[in-house]
């Protein structure tokens, strides 16, 4: 009988994975959403250097941990920019 090999597949990078959690999380959460988006980021980027170092899995981990981080971010940081820009106004109202 023949013997089929199998070959797993390369463990995923913890980073990569860790990245992905933020940046879901930095969309879903309102004002932290800002601070895990960099996060995301900046572990995205990690992984993408570990991934290549080590031969791991999980580079669409990575790319779905450095997008949604971009969008997470992104949308908290206009939400904060506006939040300031309309407080700014309704101080600048009342003289």
Known sequence: MDQQHYN???QA???AIASMVLGILSILTPW????LGIIAIVLASKAFKEIAQ???GGRGMAVAGLTTGIVGTIIYGLIIIFFFIAMATIDSMHY
């Open 8 to 10: 797993p597949s390369p």
């Open 13 to 15: 990078s913890g980073k």
């Open 32 to 35: 932290l959403g800002f601070i």
């Open 54 to 56: 080590y031969q791991l």
